[in-house]
């Protein structure tokens, strides 16, 4: 599956950017899909992670009670919400997309078989 990420940009801090996640010529409803993010230097981190046709979503602490990964109706499309965000938050986002992973295996790049071109974000303070 080929993956497009979009949506990244210059914003201030605490303010607020939506990524997107889609698969060209199909819909993401049967994978599992998370998001990445890398500052030069740095190993790829992982930012959140939504399960295969449900919506059981997991989050680095980091993150948690600021980004929020959700699917639309027509499961085409995997979004992160990213709000207040810091300029620690500064990377390349990445989505990634596989199918059957485990619970203890979301959080891991070496995990994802599918990657999309990555989204530069980038917050100013």
Same mark, same amino acid.
């Given at each position: 599956?080929?993956?497009?990420?979009?949506? #990244?940009?210059?914003? &201030?801090?605490? +303010?607020?950017? %939506?990524?997107?996640? =889609? !698969?060209?010529? $199909?819909?993401? @409803?049967?994978?599992?899909? #998370?998001?990445?993010? &890398?500052?030069? +230097?740095?190993? %790829?981190?992982?930012? =959140? !992670?939504?399960? $295969?046709?449900? @919506?059981?979503?997991?989050?680095?602490?980091?993150?948690?009670?600021?980004?929020?990964?959700?699917?639309?109706? =027509?499961?085409?499309?995997?979004?992160?919400?990213?709000?207040?965000?810091?300029?620690?938050?500064?990377?390349?986002?990445?989505?990634?997309?596989?199918?059957?992973?485990?619970?203890?295996?979301?959080?891991?790049?070496?995990?994802?078989?599918?990657?999309?071109?990555?989204?530069?974000?980038?917050?100013?303070?």
């Amino acid at each position: 599956v080929q993956l497009q990420a979009s949506g #990244g940009g210059l914003v &201030q801090a605490g +303010g607020s950017l %939506r990524l997107s996640c =889609a !698969a060209s010529g $199909r819909t993401l @409803s049967g994978y599992d899909v #998370g998001w990445f993010r &890398q500052v030069p +230097g740095k190993e %790829r981190e992982f930012v =959140a !992670a939504i399960r $295969r046709y449900g @919506s059981t979503t997991y989050y680095a602490d980091s993150v948690k009670g600021r980004f929020a990964i959700s699917r639309d109706n =027509a499961k085409t499309t995997v979004y992160l919400q990213m709000n207040s965000l810091k300029p620690e938050d500064t990377a390349v986002y990445y989505c990634a997309a596989d199918t059957g992973l485990i619970t203890s295996s979301y959080g891991r790049a070496s995990s994802y078989h599918y990657w999309g071109q990555g989204t530069q974000v980038t917050v100013s303070s």
